[in-house]
Structure formats: structure tokens, C-alpha cells
């Protein structure tokens, strides 16, 4: 454990529902962190059997002093509990506890935890504040931040949620160290992510910097993680529900869903997914005509460098019809007709269709 320094912070400007996301080490036992939260009779930490042995005892003592009770309900983890009998086990500890509409929920995990706790608050007795204190480097630069909330559905991933915002977003950089190297990897895949589609500089400097990356160098993280949440902060500033701008914010998203759906849940880590699913979309946006193929090779290795597969798992004798199937059910899709988040090589992206004979080029381009 690190002695806290000051935080970075980036601010989320959404009139009355705006937040800080606070970023630094030694975060979790600093009572700075949590002044100013809203005093409760009761604060309950959602966590799972990972994070909860390493962090919530941490947690419940520094929130000791602001609540009557801290309770603390873990999960079991991983992608494959991210539903309606998690969620379940979040109201019954509510109920159970009679907790109140005051009630203040702490998300102590990754994008699972997060996503879940933030469904249940934003559900039980019609909504009740809740904090993101994420713990994967995923959930610090991407998932915590812009108040979308889900559980999955048998029939697809995410499908069953709400926008709902926290009161702040706590980053402990130090809790990064006991990440696995894989979860890591993938985080950074959605660092990438904010390069192609909005900052050519940050996508320059994650280039020079991905070797103190991967070996969690706090300054480098502590960077990257910055950045990354003000590029959401400014997209979500401006497209909180996704009418438009935000889909931007779901590059390599598109295919990446298929393979996470194709391969089944858990076999590829989202992130995995993400990195893979954005060098197809670099591909489509090439055959486009709208990126130099030399863009492309420099994201194929960039996503390589920091540990990802940048080639698509096969998932169906046909291939490519499978792909196409399994993007008709993206939240993108209207109609039918599939939306891809495309890049221009100018650190822009834009939304669009393109011809199913195209995209099946790319996938069969992109596999194995
Ligand atoms: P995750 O929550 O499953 O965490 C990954 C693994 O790391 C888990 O086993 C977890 O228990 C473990 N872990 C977490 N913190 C740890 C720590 N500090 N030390 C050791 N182990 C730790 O996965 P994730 O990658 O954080 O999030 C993926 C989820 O986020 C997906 O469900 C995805 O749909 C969702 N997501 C949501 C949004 C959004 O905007 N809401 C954005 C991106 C992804
Ligand atoms: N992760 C995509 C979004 O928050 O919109």
C-alpha cells in the first residue's frame, strides 16, 4: 500500500447529475476520498470473491466513520454471473437489511461489479446514490465512468439495463498491482480505443509508453488512465444516452460482441474481444477507402505489443455469415442493418453501414 498523493481529477459535466472521477494512489484508506458523500443510515460495498478478500475490509473501515452500518454482499465472479440472480443477491442483502432509499451503494470491482451495483441502484426503491470504486484497469478507464448500467440476458450481452449516473468515481491506481497480466492487457485495449477515434497525441504517446504500461508504472497509469476518462468525460458530456456521438466510444466493439457471443461468454475477455474486434473495424474502415492500410498495420501491432489477439477466433464453418448474424443483434443495429464505428486515420470516427459482401471480405480477412 502507497501513501496517498493528491488525486487528479476529471470532471463528468452533466448539469445536476455531474461527478468527479478522482485518480491516484493510496486512494481507498484517504478519508479525503469520501468527504462530501451523502451521510446514510447504511452503506452497502457489492464486490465479488476476488476483489472482496483483497479490498472491502479496507473499504468498510474507511467508510466506517460516515455510515451507521457498512454492510457487504460478494458476488461470485467473473462474466458469467452478471445476472438476474446477481442482481437478486444485491436486493436481498438490501432487503434483507432493511436498508433505506438513503442507502449509498460502493461498487468495489471491475466493469461486472460495476455494471451490476450501478443496475441495482439505479433500481432499488426507484434509485439510490451509489460510488464506483473500480478496480481493473477496464473499469478505470472506461466502464465506471458515463452511467451505463447492465446485466446480461441469455440472449445477449448487456441487453438489460439503465443509463444511471454515480456520485463519484474513485481510481486506486495501487489497486492495479494485484491485476492479473491478462486482465491488464485487456484494460489496455480500451485505453487504444480513445486514440483512433479522438486523440492521434494519445495514441502516439501509448506507442512510447506501453512498455511502463505493462510493467504498471504509476505515472504512466495514472496518465493513461486521465486521459482516457476525459475523452469520455467530453463525449459523454455531450451524448449522455447515445442518441449519436457517444456509439463512437464502441470502436471494435461491433465485432468484438460477436466474438464474445460466437466463442461464448468468458472464453475471450471483453477486452480481448475489443482488441481484436479493432483491428477488423480498421480493416473495414481500409476497404473503405477511409484509412491507409499503414494505419492499420500500426493498430495491429500496437494491440499485439500490449498482449492482445488481433486475430478473430472461428466460431462457424461459415464463417463469415456467422459474424454478420451475430452483429444484427448489436445495439447499434437498426433495422437490421448493422452500424460500424469506423476510423479516419485523422483521430475522428464516424457510424455507419456497410455491404454485408464487404464486411464477410473482412472477417474472412481477419480470421485465424
Ligand atoms: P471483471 O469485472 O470481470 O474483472 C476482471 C477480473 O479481474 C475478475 O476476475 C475480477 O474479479 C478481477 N479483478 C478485479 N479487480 C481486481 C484486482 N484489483 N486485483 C485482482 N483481480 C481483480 O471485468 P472488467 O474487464 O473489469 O469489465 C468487463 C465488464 O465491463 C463487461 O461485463 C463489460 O460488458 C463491461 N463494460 C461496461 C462498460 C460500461 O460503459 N458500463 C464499458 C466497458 C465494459
Ligand atoms: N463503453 C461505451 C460507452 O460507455 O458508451
Same mark, same amino acid.
Given at each position: 500500500?502507497?501513501?496517498?498523493?493528491? %488525486?487528479?481529477?476529471?470532471?463528468?459535466?452533466?448539469?445536476?447529475?455531474?461527478?468527479?472521477?478522482?485518480?491516484?494512489?493510496?486512494?481507498?484508506?484517504?478519508?479525503? *476520498?469520501?468527504?462530501?458523500?451523502?451521510?446514510?443510515?447504511?452503506?452497502?460495498?457489492?464486490?465479488?470473491? =476476488?476483489?472482496?478478500?483483497?479490498?472491502?475490509?479496507?473499504?468498510?473501515?474507511?467508510?466506517?466513520?460516515?455510515?451507521?452500518?457498512?454492510?457487504?454482499?460478494?458476488?461470485?465472479?467473473? &462474466?458469467?454471473?452478471?445476472?438476474?440472480?446477481? $442482481?437478486?443477491?444485491?436486493?436481498?442483502?438490501?432487503?434483507?437489511?432493511?436498508?433505506?432509499?438513503?442507502?449509498?451503494?460502493?461498487?468495489?470491482? /471491475?466493469?461486472?461489479?460495476?455494471?451490476? *451495483?450501478?443496475?441495482?441502484?439505479?433500481?432499488?426503491?426507484?434509485?439510490?446514490?451509489?460510488?464506483?470504486?473500480?478496480?481493473?484497469?477496464?473499469?478505470?478507464?472506461?466502464?465506471?465512468?458515463?452511467?451505463?448500467?447492465?446485466?446480461?440476458? %441469455?440472449?445477449?450481452?448487456?441487453?438489460?439495463?439503465?443509463?444511471?449516473?454515480?456520485?463519484?468515481?474513485?481510481?486506486?491506481?495501487? *489497486? $492495479?498491482?494485484?491485476?492479473?497480466?491478462?486482465? @491488464?492487457?485487456?484494460?489496455?485495449?480500451?485505453?487504444? +480505443?480513445?486514440?483512433?477515434?479522438?486523440?492521434?497525441?494519445?495514441?502516439?504517446?501509448?506507442?512510447?509508453?506501453?512498455?511502463? @504500461?505493462?510493467?504498471?508504472?504509476? #505515472?504512466?497509469?495514472?496518465?493513461?488512465?486521465?486521459?482516457?476518462? &476525459?475523452?469520455?468525460?467530453?463525449?459523454?458530456?455531450?451524448?449522455?444516452? &447515445?442518441? #449519436?456521438?457517444?456509439?463512437?466510444?464502441?470502436?471494435?466493439? *461491433?465485432?468484438?460482441?460477436?466474438?464474445?457471443?460466437?466463442?461464448?461468454? /468468458?472464453?475471450?475477455?471483453?477486452?480481448?474481444?475489443?482488441?481484436?474486434?479493432?483491428?477488423?473495424?480498421?480493416?473495414?474502415?481500409?476497404?473503405?477507402?477511409? $484509412? %491507409?492500410?499503414?494505419?492499420?498495420?500500426?493498430?495491429?501491432?500496437?494491440?499485439?505489443?500490449?498482449?492482445?489477439?488481433?486475430?478473430?477466433?472461428? $466460431?462457424?464453418?461459415?464463417?463469415?455469415?456467422?459474424?454478420? &448474424?451475430?452483429?444484427?443483434?448489436?445495439? +447499434?443495429?437498426?433495422?437490421?442493418?448493422?452500424?460500424?464505428?469506423?476510423?479516419? /486515420?485523422? /483521430?475522428?470516427?464516424?457510424?455507419?453501414?456497410?455491404?454485408?459482401?464487404?464486411?464477410?471480405?473482412? =472477417?474472412?480477412?481477419?480470421?485465424?
Amino acid at each position: 500500500m502507497s501513501s496517498a498523493t493528491a %488525486p487528479l481529477t476529471v470532471s463528468i459535466d452533466l448539469a445536476d447529475r455531474s461527478y468527479p472521477i478522482l485518480i491516484g494512489r493510496g486512494l481507498l484508506d484517504d478519508p479525503a *476520498t469520501w468527504a462530501g458523500l451523502p451521510r446514510a443510515a447504511a452503506a452497502l460495498i457489492v464486490t465479488n470473491d =476476488v476483489v472482496g478478500p483483497l479490498y472491502a475490509e479496507r473499504l468498510r473501515r474507511a467508510l466506517a466513520g460516515l455510515y451507521g452500518q457498512v454492510h457487504v454482499v460478494q458476488l461470485p465472479d467473473g &462474466e458469467a454471473h452478471k445476472t438476474w440472480d446477481s $442482481l437478486n443477491g444485491i436486493f436481498d442483502a438490501l432487503l434483507s437489511r432493511a436498508c433505506d432509499r438513503k442507502t449509498v451503494l460502493y461498487a468495489l470491482g /471491475g466493469g461486472v461489479v460495476g455494471d451490476m *451495483t450501478g443496475f441495482a441502484a439505479a433500481c432499488y426503491m426507484r434509485g439510490v446514490p451509489f460510488v464506483q470504486v473500480p478496480t481493473t484497469l477496464l473499469a478505470q478507464v472506461d466502464s465506471s465512468v458515463g452511467g451505463k448500467t447492465a446485466i446480461n440476458h %441469455p440472449l445477449g450481452k448487456n441487453m438489460i439495463g439503465a443509463f444511471y449516473q454515480p456520485l463519484r468515481v474513485v481510481c486506486d491506481l495501487d *489497486t $492495479l498491482s494485484t491485476l492479473p497480466e491478462r486482465e @491488464l492487457s485487456a484494460g489496455l485495449a480500451e485505453v487504444i +480505443k480513445y486514440g483512433p477515434i479522438a486523440d492521434l497525441d494519445f495514441l502516439a504517446w501509448i506507442e512510447a509508453h506501453l512498455p511502463a @504500461l505493462r510493467a504498471r508504472d504509476a #505515472g504512466a497509469l495514472a496518465h493513461a488512465v486521465r486521459r482516457s476518462c &476525459e475523452i469520455k468525460a467530453w463525449v459523454v458530456g455531450q451524448d449522455e444516452k &447515445e442518441a #449519436g456521438l457517444r456509439a463512437i466510444l464502441n470502436f471494435g466493439h *461491433t465485432f468484438g460482441h460477436a466474438i464474445e457471443a460466437g466463442i461464448g461468454y /468468458g472464453a475471450w475477455l471483453h477486452g480481448e474481444a475489443v482488441g481484436c474486434g479493432m483491428v477488423m473495424a480498421a480493416t473495414l474502415s481500409a476497404r473503405l477507402g477511409l $484509412l %491507409p492500410e499503414t494505419e492499420v498495420a500500426r493498430l495491429t501491432r500496437l494491440v499485439a505489443d500490449a498482449g492482445l489477439p488481433v486475430r478473430a477466433p472461428v $466460431l462457424a464453418p461459415d464463417q463469415a455469415s456467422r459474424f454478420l &448474424e451475430l452483429m444484427r443483434v448489436d445495439k +447499434k443495429a437498426e433495422a437490421g442493418e448493422i452500424k460500424f464505428v469506423l476510423v479516419n /486515420g485523422r /483521430g475522428e470516427a464516424v457510424v455507419r453501414g456497410a455491404p454485408d459482401a464487404l464486411v464477410a471480405e473482412v =472477417v474472412d480477412a481477419c480470421t485465424g
